[in-house]
């Protein structure tokens, strides 16, 4: 079974779960685990950022970063289709108290035209405050599009005359690193908070790590305590992050390069309508034309296809270290044989 409904379906490989097994390991919420220790200070190298903080999931290293950020009744500006909006269920106003005021982007894109007349008066009390502004690169509902850097410098601009702060959602900013050739630590400078994710393309099990300046990982690590998010001996976890940072980065490239031709094949049916525009990394998102997305998706997946539903009459296919190109031309076969 060929299976592209995400890449947080990878598994670890040989090499990783050997680390996993060798790992060195203490009880973190004393901060003495030394493997977490590693990872959190590679990844802050990384970024260019002071400090930061391993925790469980994209949505809890989200969610902390908001928390810390803002106090309750405060308001996040987002894209309407952000991951922190659509699939972090409802977390903001459960967890913190938060307003998400929404802005429609295009292609998850989002402009400091657009956001400043969104942002609340200081003097107008009946309102809520704005506290962030948020943004995802890459954006997952988009396509997996790439969050121009001249955009987002706009925005620290505004962000800077509005005294706000700015959060960014980097689940797959390796993807947009990779293509780009722009440096983790240049995209971080303009942010005041970033999380990002080692289970997805990097094919880490599990795990997150948020950064930040000092002070504010202080406050990090007392809200993942609060949540829940304490671990003990977690370095077992911690070293697949750490071997995943170290070796699986420059290989997304290939599954960019799986992705256009998936995408480039399907461009070329007219059973299916693709902005081959949007297929800027490893996900590629299209609208069948002759069947329902769930027909599509049943007779893939009875011929050893997994794809997902995109959201608006979409089918979603997302490239991963554990599909081949073997398994891309499969894949196109299958889908040509569905989308009829």
């Not at 850097?149 to 959060?167: D, G, P, S, W």
């Amino acid at each position: 079974m060929i299976d592209l409904r995400s890449d947080t379906v990878t598994k670890p490989s040989t090499e990783m779960r050997k680390a996993m097994c060798n790992a060195e390991v203490g009880d973190d919420v004393y901060k003495e685990d030394p493997t977490v220790n590693k990872l959190e200070k590679y990844t802050a190298e990384l970024f260019g950022k002071e400090a930061a903080l391993f925790v469980p999931s994209g949505v809890m290293g989200n969610q902390i970063c908001l928390n810390v950020l803002t106090n309750p009744s405060d308001e996040i500006i987002c894209e309407k289709t952000a991951h922190i909006f659509q699939y972090e269920s409802g977390s903001a106003a459960a967890l913190s108290g938060l307003h998400l005021n929404l802005v429609e982007g295009k292609n998850g894109i989002i402009t400091a035209e657009q956001v400043e007349p969104l942002i609340r008066p200081k003097e107008a009390y009946y309102m809520p405050r704005t506290k962030v502004i948020e943004i995802e690169n890459t954006h997952n509902v988009a396509g997996g599009v790439i969050f121009p850097l001249e955009t987002i410098k706009e925005l620290r601009v505004l962000a800077n005359k509005h005294n706000l702060f700015m959060h960014l959602d980097g689940a797959r900013i390796w993807n947009a690193h990779v293509e780009t050739n722009i440096p983790l630590d240049e995209y971080a400078k303009y942010f005041d908070s970033v999380s990002v994710c080692l289970s997805k393309g990097l094919g880490a099990p599990i795990g997150s790590v948020i950064l930040g300046d000092k002070e504010f990982i202080k406050e990090a690590f007392r809200v993942r305590k609060a949540w829940g998010g304490g671990m003990r001996q977690v370095g077992i976890i911690a070293a697949a992050g750490l071997y995943a940072l170290r070796n699986n980065i420059p290989r997304l490239k290939e599954d960019h390069e799986k992705a256009r031709t998936l995408a480039e094949f399907l461009s070329n049916l007219d059973t299916v309508n693709i902005d081959l525009n949007t297929v800027q990394t490893n996900i590629v998102s299209f609208e069948p034309l002759r069947k329902p997305v769930e027909e599509v998706i049943k007779i893939c997946s009875e011929n050893g296809l997994k794809i997902g539903a995109g959201g608006k009459g979409k089918v979603r296919a997302v490239t991963h270290l554990d599909v081949s190109f073997e398994d891309i031309e499969k894949a196109k076969r299958i889908l040509e044989i569905a989308l009829n």
